[in-house]
Structures are given as C-alpha cells and as structure tokens.
C-alpha cells in the first residue's frame, strides 16, 4: 500500500530564516505531487504541483521554491522565511495521470 | 472568490444526520470529493463520486449530485462524536483539484 510521510511534523522559525520541508511517498511510482498551504480557518491554496523529476510548476507567485530531486521527494524550501509563510503545509499524491489526491499529515509552520 | 462554496459550519445533535452543502462552477470536473480534516491532522479522503452519477452511498455516507445545479452534498448518518471535523468539498480540474474553504462539524451531545 501507499504512504506519504511529511516531516518536520511542526516548525517554529525566525523570520528571514531558510526553510526545507520534505515529503517522501513509498509504494507506488512516477506521482504527481503537490504541495498546499492551508492559513487558519480558510481552505487549501495550491502552492506547487510536479508531475515528474525535475518538472516542478508554481501555481502562485511568492517567497517559497519547490524542487523534485528523485521520483518520490518532494521538497518545499525558502532562503528566507516572512511573518506571512507561516501555515499549514501538505503534501498530497496522485497516480500519474490520475485526479485523487491523498494527502500527508502536515507541517505547522510558525514565523516569528 | 472561491470557485467551490460551503457554508463554514454546522452543529448536529449525536445521533441525527448531518447534510453538508457544496456548489462548485467547473462543469468539466469529472470528479467531485469529500474529505475530512481533523484537528492538527492532513486530509483524509472520505468518498468521491463520478460526474455522471448522482448518488453514492458507502456505509453511513450518501454523497448527492445534481450537476445541472452544480449542487453536491454530504449526508452523514447517525451522526457521532468521532465525526466533528473540517468537512472539504473539492472539484477536479484536469489532475488539480480546487477546494471549498471547509465546514466545520460540530456534534454535541
């Protein structure tokens, strides 16, 4: 079966610190990945999707890079964190091709 | 604004049903979704149904269709405690999906 791992689980950072976070995604091949932001109390915004190595998209204009450097990674980073990055940030998979997401557990990021 | 509305809450006595209403504008999406959210945790995939259905019953859930009105909800019967959470509709868009901004179900005894 499939599991999808995020980690850290929770970060508190300095503004204008760099910020890596990781998604893993074990038992299947050749995902769609994608990774959201969820503030509090509202909905999911898409961040980045990557259908492939190397193949990232950015659905929104902001602070934060993704990159894909092997077929089940997935990483978020930033070189330098603002009050206005911190949130709740998924990862989600999706066969190839396919429309179902399942999502990771989640990294609550806090900026001070 | 949002492409998928919810109303933002609910509060349903233990033990009666709970009907939670979506409207979604992509007649294109071939399926539509529910997922739930609990405190602190990711999203959990509940039921999906295909855009050419317009009911889905899996065990207590009933997901309704009406694509002429754009209209999908989720019915949960026999509400429990274990059900308070962020209840999520979504609607694909090619291999992306776009979320309401969530009702929150609250049961109380």
């Known amino acids: 079966s499939q599991t999808i791992h995020q980690w850290p689980a929770t970060l508190v950072q300095p503004v204008g610190s760099p910020l890596s976070l990781e998604c893993t995604v074990e038992?299947?091949?050749?995902?769609?990945l994608y990774w959201y932001r969820q503030a509090a109390g509202r909905g999911l915004q898409l961040l980045f999707y990557s259908v492939g190595i190397g193949q990232i998209s950015s659905e929104v204009p902001q602070n934060l890079s993704a990159s894909r450097p092997q077929d089940r990674q997935f990483i978020l980073s930033s070189k330098k964190l603002l009050l206005s990055d911190s949130g709740f940030y998924l990862c989600a998979w999706s066969v190839h091709g396919g429309e179902t997401q399942y999502f990771g557990p989640g990294t609550r990021l806090l900026v001070l | 604004g949002e492409d998928v509305e919810q109303s933002l809450f609910l509060s349903v006595r233990e033990g009666d049903s709970s009907v939670i209403n979506c409207t979604y504008t992509d007649s294109s999406s071939t399926y539509l979704y529910w997922y739930k959210q609990e405190p602190g945790a990711g999203l959990q995939l509940l039921t999906y149904i295909f855009s050419n259905m317009d009911m889905k019953q899996d065990q207590r859930l009933t997901v309704l269709l009406n694509k002429k009105d754009k209209h999908l909800s989720l019915r949960i019967a026999d509400t429990q405690t274990g059900d308070s959470a962020i209840y999520f509709c979504?609607?694909?868009?090619?291999?992306?999906?776009?979320f309401g901004a969530g009702t929150t179900v609250t049961v109380r005894a």
């Open positions: 038992g299947t091949s050749n995902p769609n």
């Open positions: 979504a609607e694909n868009q090619g291999y992306k999906l776009s």
